[in-house]
């Protein structure tokens, strides 16, 4: 379920809604529902929409069967027992329709720059400017900087320091986390998908999630997840510039150098280092204690412990290898041709 905190039910819908809504087809016979969620395929259960695109993601069903399924219609048959087939050509468009209708984010309401519903301790310090949504919470010894917009349902840690200009949403902060300014935290993560009339978001229901003693340097943007988190471990240190792209899971004490940037599902473990413009492509996994070096560009996992530079990432004494042997065969033909 999406954290009500930041996201406001606007269901539920019964089945013919949901048809009018997303253009879907049920099989013959297909008795009522109601649902009032949306959510990804090993999290459903009563009363949710999930969608699948593959049968190789068919079993996730099982675990938890929603409600109902988008599906195409080779898949219709193949879902659990009571999980009623929703037949669409594109199961990931109707459920980004869905989700749509059903979870609207929360925005700021009323005139007033810090919400009478925002919860802020003893000694926190606010600069000119500042805005603070409904039920945001803020710790004591925290000090925001002019101009940083603080959304609603925010928590905020102690003795925390924000900068300046910075805008900060759909997140849960730690204490001692530094966010410096103009950075962008929590704005939906990069996805979309075709529908009726071209392309449509998909919306993006999850958070982030930045744990104690986390520094973001300024002008940095991460992303909230798709469904599940995006989290930023403890210690981690974030240079300016960088991009952290939604379900992005950073482990602890980790350093990421000037403009790097992490596509989405990345996963990267414990004291990882990242050197300046270093990118990952989606998906992957990087081991503990591994490091990619300066303007790297890594397609596939990296194992715990390695240092990989190079486009594509290789590990490095194998890229300097080739740098090498690529270098003396220029210079040959170089000399060949005088």
């Not at 919860?119 to 949504?133: A, D, K, N, Y």
């Not at 990989?308 to 690529?326: D, M």
Request: proline share 6%; hydrophobic share 40%.
């Amino acid at each position: 379920m999406p954290d009500p905190r930041f996201f406001e039910s606007t269901g539920p819908l019964g089945l013919e809604a949901i048809r009018r809504l997303t253009g879907a087809t049920c099989p013959d016979g297909a008795g009522e529902i109601v649902v009032d969620r949306v959510a990804i395929a090993s999290r459903g259960g009563p009363g949710a929409v999930a969608f699948v695109t593959s049968r190789a993601f068919l079993e996730d069903l099982r675990a938890a069967p929603p409600s109902a399924c988008f599906v195409t219609e080779d898949l219709a048959g193949d879902l659990p027992e009571g999980c009623l087939a929703l037949v669409h050509r594109n199961p990931h468009g109707a459920y980004a329709l869905l989700a749509a209708a059903l979870h609207a984010p929360r925005s700021h309401v009323g005139a007033a720059a810090i919400s009478p519903e925002a919860r802020l301790e003893p000694g926190v310090r606010l600069g000119p400017g500042v805005v603070v949504g409904q039920g945001a919470a803020i710790g004591s010894g925290t000090v925001i900087g002019p101009n940083t917009v603080i959304g609603p349902g925010v928590a905020i840690g102690r003795n925390c320091q924000v900068g300046s200009n910075v805008t900060l949403g759909f997140a849960l902060v730690g204490d001692r986390v530094k966010i410096l300014s103009g950075s962008v935290i929590g704005e939906p993560g990069f996805g979309a998908t075709a529908g009726a009339g071209g392309l449509i978001d998909i919306p993006q229901l999850g958070r982030v999630i930045l744990q104690d003693g986390v520094t973001i340097g300024a002008c940095t943007t991460i992303d909230r997840g798709a469904y599940d988190d995006t989290v930023i471990g403890e210690n981690t240190k974030i240079d300016n510039l960088v991009q952290i792209a939604h379900n992005v899971r950073i482990g602890r004490n980790c350093v990421l150098a000037g403009q790097a940037g992490i596509s989405g599902s990345v996963t990267i473990g414990d004291g990882c280092q990242f050197g300046g413009r270093a990118g990952v492509a989606d998906h992957i996994t990087i081991g503990d204690g591994a490091r990619i070096g300066a303007s790297g560009g890594v397609l596939k996992n990296v194992p715990a412990g390695e240092t990989w530079s190079g486009f594509p990432a290789q590990p490095v004494q194998r890229w300097l290898r080739e740098v090498a042997w690529v270098s003396r065969s220029a210079g040959r033909r170089r000399r060949g041709g005088d």
